[in-house]
């Protein structure tokens, strides 16, 4: 609509354009406020139920969501069997163990680290990134130099395992990005607390066998992890690019902004990857969602891809919903 007949159309005269900027008022589109609030809740990606139930006892012992999420998350980073994140995680195809991660408060504040080496736990990083600098992202050394200041211990991250598993990469060389690897993968978590804030994080060790510098959608706000208090969250996993390409969790948020459930806009944020990437047979994409008033969502590529859920003292892992 052209400026003269929005005007028109609004009824706003030449006596009221000139009576100050509250006539520019934005139109309100923003979803109908959320009435009442759920009972805690927590959901993440993969069956992650250890990381899952430490963060739902946490809501339910009155942790905050933020607390509740970095912590919940830590459980992951810190098990060395699982090669997808944090300590143990597959390293790039140089052999270095390079790590994201994201965390986001109901505030609306985020911290984030890219490249991360030699820290067991970058959501860690990421909050102190969050709270004690200026600053949402850093990388590299000086995400590293950063961690170090603060108290982060150095320490080796590639285990005999993964170390072995690498060598025999190393023989064929071949790069090919792995559908539900081992059936679990990157972790990301959203948490609703007793007071109905929701917080969220995301972390990763990125694609087994990367190139060396190479960042993924983990540590992306807006990609890997995105949130907005008044209406609710999403998070990522899968290939990092085509979440980046479509900024996947931020447009969910949008789509739920728009009133669309969180089922609903997983299935349009994957069909939007589905239309612009024709090789999407070829790799892995999963959304999970969660708004405001407790409702989940989730739907992938691939069939395998599973979320768990900590409600009123239950873990429940639920099979998502897939298009192939
Ligand atoms: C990444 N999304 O770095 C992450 C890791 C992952 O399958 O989930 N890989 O792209």
Known sequence: MKRRHFLKASGLTGAALSAGPSVFAFTDFSKTK??????????????FHKASKKAGEMLYEGASALDSVEQGVRVEEGNIKNTTVGNGGAPDRDGNVTLDASIMAPSGECGSVVYLKNIAHPVSVARKVMEETPHVMLAGEGALQFAIQQGFKKQNL??????????????????????????????????????????????TSGLAYKMNGRVGDSPIIGAGLYLDNEIGGAVATGMGEAVMKSVGSFLIVELMRQGKSPQQACEIAIKRIIEKNSNYKDFQVAFLALNKEGEVGSFCIHKGFTYVKYQNKENTNTPSEYYI
Do not use: F, R
């Open 158 to 203: 590639l285990t005999e395992e993964s170390e072995k598993a690498w060598k025999e990469w190393l023989k064929k060389k071949e790069y090919k990005p792995i559908i539900n690897i081992e059936n679990h993968d990157t972790i990301g978590m959203l948490c609703i607390d007793e007071a109905g804030d929701i917080a969220g994080a995301c972390t």
């Open 34 to 47: 959320i009435s009442g609030k759920p009972n805690p809740i927590c959901v993440a990606t993969w069956n």
